[in-house]
């Protein structure tokens, strides 16, 4: 089957800090894998993409590599900023089916500063 | 803004009632699916619509039903109402309706339902 595992939160850092924030999936066939970004308050945002193996998708200084040998997509950002509190959720999407998306249950993280 | 429009953004009412949620996707995009989001259950994925015609089903309650108009916007109704049912309800919308280059989901605002 589809699912998506996303590493527990809350999760809380301090300005400039390193962010990582893991997920793994497990899937038929090679699906496409997502982050998306949920602000207070607000509706799920795109933040990132990536279709294939090893692309890497990258926005807002963010990035996640997709690793089929590990079955994983882990985001990462060097320097977090306040702003980046919010909450954040791995999806995948397998190729050749309805685009039903699985998510994971959300990472939540706070930036002090 | 993700051109996803939901309506009404909050809704109260109480349990055994019914109401319902408006969606208009993306202008372009054919296909609108369906979430709940709610503490304990976490995002899941309801139904989805594509062109008019249903195409995947989640864990939709058979309390709920769904419908995409010719005009493409969708309206979700949720009826007999239960406590439980109190969630934020997501539209989002795609160009295609299947997996490949350019599926990724747009979202709308939210529908937050609270049943007393």
């Known amino acids: 089957g589809n699912s998506v595992t996303q590493m527990e939160g809350p999760v809380t850092l301090s300005e400039e800090a390193f962010l990582t924030i893991n997920c793994t999936y497990t899937?038929?066939?090679?699906?496409?894998l997502f982050w998306y970004v949920q602000y207070p308050g607000e509706g799920l945002q795109l933040l990132l993409k990536?279709?294939?193996?090893?692309d890497k998708g990258s926005n807002k200084g963010f990035e996640a590599t997709y690793r089929k040998e590990t079955t994983s997509f882990h985001l990462e950002k060097g320097s977090v900023q306040v702003s980046d509190s919010a909450v954040y959720f791995c999806a995948l999407s397998p190729l050749n089916t309805g685009n039903q998306f699985y998510f994971g249950t959300g990472t939540s993280l706070t930036v002090i500063p | 803004d993700s051109g996803v429009t939901q309506t009404p953004k909050h809704l109260i009412t109480a349990t055994g009632q019914r109401v319902t949620l408006r969606c208009s996707p993306r202008?372009?995009?054919?296909?609108v699916y369906w979430y709940q989001q709610s503490l304990d259950q976490g995002l899941q994925f309801l139904i989805q619509y594509y062109n008019g015609e249903e195409r995947a089903k989640g864990n939709i309650l058979e309390r709920f039903s769904a419908q995409q108009f010719p005009d493409l916007h969708s309206e979700l109704n949720l009826s007999s109402l239960e406590l439980g049912d109190s969630a934020l309800y997501f539209c989002?919308?795609?160009?295609?309706?299947?997996?490949?280059?350019?599926?990724?989901?747009?979202f709308g605002p939210g529908t937050r339902l609270t049943v007393l």
């Open positions: 990536a279709t294939k193996a090893d």
């Open positions: 989002a919308s795609s160009v295609t309706p299947s997996g490949g280059s350019y599926n990724e989901q747009f």
């Open positions: 899937a038929t066939g090679y699906p496409s």
């Open positions: 202008s372009g995009d054919l296909s």
